[in-house]
Every structure is written in C-alpha cells, then in structure tokens.
C-alpha cells in the first residue's frame, strides 16, 4: 500500500472566465454554524489510501490511484474515480508537497466537524490544499452542511476561515439553500451551552449576619 504526507500542499489555481459571485462573511455565517469547526488534529492522523489500482512516475513524482478510490485522514474522506498526488519539494525550506486531484461522478471530500456534524463537498473534480487548508471543487459543485447547501460551477472552501467563494459559468446562477429551522436550533444550543456556564455564588457564613 502507498502512503503520502497529507498534511502540505501547495497549487496554483487556473483563471477561468466566468461571472464570479463571492458568499462572504454573512452568507457563511448562516451556512456554517458559528459553533462548528473542522477538527484540527485530522492532518495529524496517518493517511491510508485504498484502489483497485496504483502507479507511479517516479521520475515527475505523479502517484496515480485508480478505481474505486478512498482516503482516509482522521475524519477526513475522499472517495473518487482516480486520485492524482502531484509531490513537490520547496527549494528554500525543503518541505515536501503535494496536490491531490480527485475526480468522479461525482469525487467527494468529507470531514467530520467539532459539533459531530460533517461538512461534504461534491464535484466532478476536487482539488485539495491542506497546506493552505483549500479545498477547490467544480462541476457541479456542492456544498452541504447541517442540512444547507451551496451550489455552482466552482467553489472554494477554506477549511481555517470557513469562507466560500463560489463561481458560475455561462450566465448560470450560483444557489444558496438555507435551513432556517436547523440554523435556528444550532443557535439555541450555543446559546444553552453559554448559560450553562458555571457561575460564582455567595455563601452566607454564621456570624457574618448583622442581626443582633
């Protein structure tokens, strides 16, 4: 079985030439629960990578799975068609690289979040920077978390900032559907755990009572 480090990664992303249309804070403070975040031991964990087949070009430092793909990192999942691991070496700090290219009908990118809740991200093709905590996905895009989802041609996700910036080509439009119900439960709840905080009390001691 091949393995490979997971955890640094670098890309250079393409220009494409379509309208753009960035879901900014707001938008992502309503898609992403403000109480949610991705678990930040995951690119600690080993990295086991499953195929029905593998190959390798030494030479280009190209490692190629094949059929029926799954990684595992943590919580972290990948299932695809073919996985592509494109290996680089920083000339100045001399740290190993790599990109991971998944493609599917459709590749999917999961990850387990702090709440319990998984946030998965479904395209034609996936690009993953764990280096840069970048995941890029197009062709037919998705996102879903918590019962919401965003939907476009391209979307990025930063899994640090919990931002997304998703693009559509030809004239089409990026969709957004919300959960208001699910939305406003996640707020009760972060709102229980902060009044469940414990709080200071005043004892009474004998002797301390100004009654004669």
């Known amino acids: ?36 975040f991705a678990d930040k031991t995951d690119l600690e964990q080993e990295i086991t990578i499953k195929s029905q087949r593998q190959a390798a070009d030494l030479k280009n430092k190209i490692a190629s799975y094949l059929d029926n793909v799954s990684i595992r990192q943590g919580s972290i999942s990948i ?28 590749a999917i990118f999961e990850q387990q979040l702090e709440d319990g809740s998984f946030i998965t991200l479904q395209a034609d093709e996936i690009t993953y920077n764990p280096n840069s905590n970048t995941i890029t996905i197009s062709g037919n895009a998705l996102v879903k978390q918590a019962g919401s989802e965003v939907s476009g041609n391209e979307i990025t996700y930063n899994t640090l900032s919990e931002k997304l910036e998703a693009q559509s080509a030809n004239n089409q439009s990026v969709t ?9 439960k996640q707020k009760e709840t972060y709102e229980e755990s902060k009044e469940e905080k414990p709080t200071d009390k005043v004892i009474e001691k004998e002797g301390d009572s100004s009654d004669n």
Do not use: W
């Open 176 to 184: 957004t559907i919300l959960q208001p119900t699910i939305l406003k």
């Open 1 to 36: 079985m091949m393995k490979a480090n997971l955890s640094r990664i670098t890309f250079k992303r393409s220009t494409l030439k379509h309208n753009t249309v960035k879901v900014l804070a707001l938008t992502c403070s309503l898609f992403l629960s403000s109480t949610t």
């Open 79 to 106: 299932t695809a068609d073919i996985v592509k691991v494109f290996s680089q070496v920083d000339k100045n700090n001399g740290e190993k690289n790599d990109t991971y290219l998944a493609k599917g009908k459709p």
